[in-house]
T-cell receptor
Framework: EAGVAQSPRYKIIEKRQSVAFWCNPISGHATLYWYQQILGQGPKLLIQFQNNGVVDDSQLPKDRFSAERLKGVDSTLKIQPAKLEDSAVYLCASSSPKGQILSYNEQFFGPGTRLTVL | QKEVEQNSGPLSVPEGAIASLNCTYSDRGSQSFFWYRQYSGKSPELIMSIYSNGDKEDGRFTAQLNKASQYVSLLIRDSQPSDSATYLC????????????FGQGTRLTINP
């Protein structure tokens, strides 16, 4: 079974530029997540999709970040304009629930995109 | 108070010994608990999940959960140099529903 795919793996941009990341989840996984991981910290959820609908985007800086999952499969995360503090690894994860309890679902991560903002 | 707290380490353990990693959480409604291993420059890899009080064993790994004390631990028996990594504790459920809330991770070094 193929894992979560992400691209690009690395990106270097200057502040105020825009950037986009792509994610393709594990086949059949309805739930897709974007996390931001700053060096030395645990990942922090930015947005969660269930199929093509947003479940939680409470920690997404909506003035500069946007995400979509139009057909309920792959997803893109965009930053426009980027700030220095956006330098981080952006992780995509997907999951499929085990049984009826939604919180019993194991999330599997892609390789991540390392973003450096200069 | 952080929602999930871990000692950031580094934790240094000799090869062959038992490594013990600890985690506490603040949301009493949390239902699911996970341990992820993250090698430097890599993404988190799920190694254990636990949902009910007690112990869960998988090979050299044992996860322990005590919901009354809001405490989760991971034991690694017969530690190997390849176990050297950052271990992330995460919870799900409660206020966060399906959202994983991570601790900052504990950096573990196994010394040959």
């Amino acid at each position: 079974e193929a894992g979560v795919a992400q691209s690009p793996r690395y990106k270097i941009i200057e502040k105020r530029q825009s950037v986009a990341f792509w994610c393709n989840p594990i086949s059949g996984h309805a739930t897709l997540y974007w996390y931001q991981q700053i060096l030395g910290q645990g990942p922090k959820l930015l947005i969660q999709f269930q199929n093509n609908g947003v479940v939680d985007d409470s920690q997404l800086p909506k003035d500069r970040f946007s995400a979509e999952r139009l057909k309920g499969v792959d997803s893109t995360l965009k930053i426009q304009p980027a700030k220095l503090e956006d330098s981080a690894v952006y992780l995509c994860a997907s999951s499929s629930p085990k049984g009826q309890i939604l919180s019993y679902n194991e999330q599997f991560f892609g390789p991540g995109t390392r973003l450096t903002v200069l | 108070q952080k929602e999930v707290e871990q000692n950031s380490g580094p934790l240094s353990v000799p090869e062959g010994a038992i490594a013990s990693l600890n985690c506490t959480y603040s949301d009493r409604g949390s239902q699911s608990f996970f341990w992820y291993r993250q090698y430097s420059g890599k993404s988190p890899e799920l190694i254990m999940s636990i949902y009910s009080n007690g112990d869960k064993e998988d090979g050299r790994f044992t996860a322990q959960l005590n919901k009354a004390s809001q405490y989760v631990s991971l034991l690694i028996r017969d530690s190997q140099p390849s176990d050297s990594a950052t271990y992330l504790c995460a919870t799900m459920g409660g206020r966060g529903a399906q959202k994983l809330v991570f601790g900052q991770g504990t950096r573990l070094t196994i010394n040959p």
